[in-house]
């Protein structure tokens, strides 16, 4: 540690500590063995504890991080702390985390907890060390993210993520990273110890060099995961440029400096902080990434900066609202893909203009915007090509402007969320599949995301047959370029598999669910959301198309109990399981009273999301009626009955079948009920 460099309340300093041979019997003063652990050596010491390496005795024998609480410290904050330490580690699975294997207390009396032993070094020093290129540091980087998401969604902030918390081993040649010292961690949800964790006024908790506003202080507002949103910003910025937004040696030793100038100032752009540097310090931080100063500015000036900024902007409203959506900008970024912390272009505006428009712009008005859009990014491609000679450049750009357009054109024909379906939509949308194609000619990622995009729309207007190929094909074009790794592979997975599921070949969609699931899991773990959502899709398939019932069954469950854990109350998808797993009660297992339970906690949600005449909550009072018709509630069966079918004719048509679903439920009601006047109604209807 510089000596210079202010100590702070943080979680415990876990960098080597010099000891002068392996036997613990060289550092007086240390006990040569802790329960079942033989000491070997000292590996770091803070203000509340020691670490050692240790070696397990019984049962298994292997090497473990000794953590044991300094002699004669039992106050309570630190006995609380302690705890809390060790129960964040408990409840968090993640190969990004360092595990907890074993707690106990010492004959003394003080609490001891054995953890994984990560033979790694931090992340700047793994990265300066193996020269690493500006964009293996980011991909390496979003692995972390991705494990401080698995601690988010456990239920845990680390309040004291910086690269020295980040020890990086190797594995199979493959870079690891592993979080460590939850010393200072945070519940979100349930508390981590029976404890009363205090933090005095004025007495912050952190590195100040990567703390937060509101965890220096300085906002006045309490701390929750956009703190480590924060840190991870600020972490970024240093593997980047080698600097970090505010130096406490340039502000001075104190940490109220630094919180101060945290406060009253902007720090610049990551590309304008290197640029200002003495040019042998840019030369020198130009080699550690195997470059040269002028490359390393612009490889980081435009999206990245941008990323940073976002990440570690004082007011967190403006940041990041998880490190997965970090993670997930990281990856557009690789992939050439525009990224959400970029302000809006010219191209978005345009698009946003057309969807403002849309019912008075006819298809040729549209055709024409389309055509004229592609021939000015043909000339900027052509003028920059000549210009920068950077392909890759120009196909982000051209992503950018394009992909903002048609992504905010084809989110219009959902009928389940939005309109209805419309014939200029539908025709415009089979005019813009051959032109995508052309006009990305060379742009492969770009063209990807368009025919995802195309393809999706298609699914969510039951037009299958030209939606597969385009999903599939988005499928191996990523496959081929990305790799086998990264949330647009996983979720081209799910979409394909989406379709294939609507298809003969139904059965197909099986293993691609389950990849899909594997996928999301390895990158955002156990509580993945987007692996809920393809356990949920997985379990509807084997219930309604393979007649696996019982799977279906556990997998409903499982997607349903771990989505009340994790998600808001009010999470559309939450509601959309319920809704699915209440048909299987009724349909199925023949409970439609659990059914129509699950039901009425749905309906609110899908109602606020988009409105009561939205066609996915009367989907929903459809077959709530249908559960009720059951149990002979007749009268609220016709209630919800009646309320569904004129919005479901509106907005998916007279002859779509869900609509159909509708008239034949209330004709089973009517006959239930007695009265087979009314029954006739529906039963002769042919949804004119």
């Known amino acids: 540690m510089n000596p210079d460099e202010p100590r702070t309340d943080s979680a415990d300093d876990l960098a080597p500590h010099p000891s002068e041979s392996e036997n613990s019997r060289s550092f007086p003063g240390h006990p040569e063995s802790i329960g079942p652990y033989r000491i070997l050596r000292l590996l770091g010491e803070g203000g509340m504890g020691l670490v050692y390496e240790a070696e397990q005795r019984a049962e298994v024998r292997r090497r473990v991080a000794l953590k044991v609480m300094r002699p004669g410290l039992n106050a309570d904050q630190v006995l609380a702390r302690f705890e809390a330490e060790r129960q964040a580690l408990a409840v968090m699975q993640h190969p990004g985390i360092a595990k907890l294997y074993d707690a106990g207390v010492t004959e003394d009396g003080r609490p001891y907890f054995a953890m994984e032993l990560v033979d790694g070094v931090p992340l700047t020093e793994y990265s300066d060390a193996n020269k690493l290129s500006v964009e293996d540091r980011v991909r390496l980087f979003v692995r972390v993210c991705n494990a401080v998401q698995h601690a988010h969604l456990k239920g845990v902030v680390h309040r004291d993520l910086k690269p020295t918390n980040v020890l990086v081993t190797e594995r199979d040649d493959i870079p690891t990273p592993k979080i460590i010292d939850f010393g200072i961690a945070k519940a979100t949800g349930e508390s981590l110890t029976a404890r009363t964790l205090v933090t005095e006024i004025g007495h912050a908790l952190g590195t100040p060099a990567y703390m937060s506003p509101e965890q220096s202080g300085a906002s006045g507002l309490d701390v929750d995961s956009r703190t480590d949103v924060y840190s991870l910003g600020v972490a970024l910025y240093e593997i980047l440029v080698g600097r970090l937004p505010i130096d406490p040696q340039e502000v001075g030793a104190q940490a109220f400096l630094v919180q101060l100038v945290l406060k009253e100032t902007d720090p610049p752009t990551p590309s304008t902080r290197f640029s200002t540097l003495d040019q042998p310090f840019q030369e020198a931080i130009a080699r550690f990434r195997q470059t040269d100063p002028g490359t390393l500015r612009s490889e980081v000036h435009g999206?990245?900066?941008?990323?940073?900024?976002?990440?570690?902007?004082?007011?967190?409203?403006?940041?990041?609202?998880?490190?997965?959506?970090?993670?997930?900008?990281?990856?557009?970024?690789?992939?050439?893909?525009?990224?959400?912390?970029?302000?809006?272009?010219?191209?978005?505006?345009?698009?946003?203009?057309?969807?403002?428009?849309?019912?008075?712009?006819?298809?040729?008005?549209?055709?024409?915007?389309?055509?004229?859009?592609?021939?000015?990014?043909?000339?900027?491609?052509?003028?920059?090509?000549?210009?920068?000679?950077?392909?890759?450049?120009?196909?982000?750009?051209?992503?950018?402007?394009?992909?903002?357009?048609?992504?905010?054109?084809?989110?219009?024909?959902?009928?389940?969320?939005?309109?209805?379906?419309?014939?200029?939509?539908?025709?415009m949308l089979d005019v813009a599949v051959p032109r995508l194609r052309d006009e990305f000619e060379g742009a492969p990622i770009a063209r990807a995301a368009a025919m995802d995009a195309i393809g999706r729309a298609y699914l969510a207007l039951e037009r299958i047959d030209d939606a597969r190929p385009l999903l599939e094909s988005a499928l191996d074009i990523r496959r081929s370029v990305l790799g086998d790794t990264g949330q647009l592979v996983a979720s081209s997975v799910n979409n394909y598999a989406a379709v294939v599921d609507e298809t003969d070949d139904f059965a197909e969609a099986e293993p691609l669910y389950r990849e899909a699931i594997a996928r999301y899991r390895a990158i955002d773990g156990e509580d993945s959301d987007m692996a809920l959502k393809a356990t949920a899709n997985l379990a509807q398939l084997l219930d309604m198309r393979m007649d696996r019932f019982d799977e279906a069954d556990e997998l409903y469950r499982e997607a349903i109990s771990a989505g009340e854990r994790i998600l808001d109350?009010?999470?559309?998808?939450?509601?959309?399981?319920?809704?699915?797993?209440?048909?299987?009660?009724?349909?199925?297992?023949?409970?439609?009273?659990?059914?129509?339970?699950?039901?009425?906690?749905?309906?609110?949600?899908?109602?606020?999301?988009?409105?009561?005449?939205?066609?996915?909550?009367?989907?929903?009072?459809?077959?709530?009626?249908?559960?009720?018709?059951?149990?002979?509630?007749?009268?609220?069966?016709?209630?919800?009955?009646l309320r569904a079918l004129p919005v479901l004719e509106t907005r998916l048509g007279a002859d779509h079948r869900r609509t159909q679903d509708a008239r034949d439920?209330?004709?089973?009601?009517?006959?239930?009920?007695?009265?087979?006047?009314?029954?006739?109604?529906?039963?002769?209807?042919?949804?004119?």
């Not at 006959?671 to 039963?683: C, I, L, N, S």
């Open 569 to 641: 109350p009010a999470d559309e998808e939450l509601a959309l399981w319920r809704q699915n797993y209440a048909g299987f009660l009724c349909y199925v297992r023949s409970e439609p009273e659990q059914g129509a339970q699950l039901l009425q906690q749905a309906i609110p949600v899908l109602e606020q999301a988009h409105g009561p005449e939205s066609a996915n909550q009367a989907i929903a009072r459809s077959l709530l009626g249908y559960c009720l018709t059951d149990v002979a509630e007749f009268e609220q069966a016709e209630d919800q009955l």
């Open 665 to 688: 439920r209330l004709a089973r009601l009517y006959v239930a009920w007695g009265r087979p006047d009314k029954a006739a109604v529906y039963q002769e209807s042919d949804g004119t």
């Open 303 to 427: 999206d990245l900066d941008w990323i940073v900024m976002k990440a570690i902007d004082k007011d967190r409203e403006r940041r990041y609202e998880t490190a997965n959506a970090l993670a997930a900008d990281l990856e557009r970024h690789l992939a050439d893909e525009p990224v959400l912390a970029r302000p809006p272009s010219a191209g978005y505006r345009a698009g946003k203009f057309v969807r403002r428009h849309r019912w008075g712009v006819g298809v040729a008005a549209l055709i024409a915007l389309l055509l004229a859009v592609s021939t000015v990014l043909l000339s900027l491609q052509a003028a920059q090509l000549r210009r920068e000679k950077n392909r890759a450049e120009v196909e982000a750009h051209n992503a950018e402007a394009v992909l903002a357009f048609m992504d905010d054109l084809f989110d219009s024909p959902d009928p389940y969320r939005g309109s209805g379906p419309d014939v200029t939509v539908l025709e």
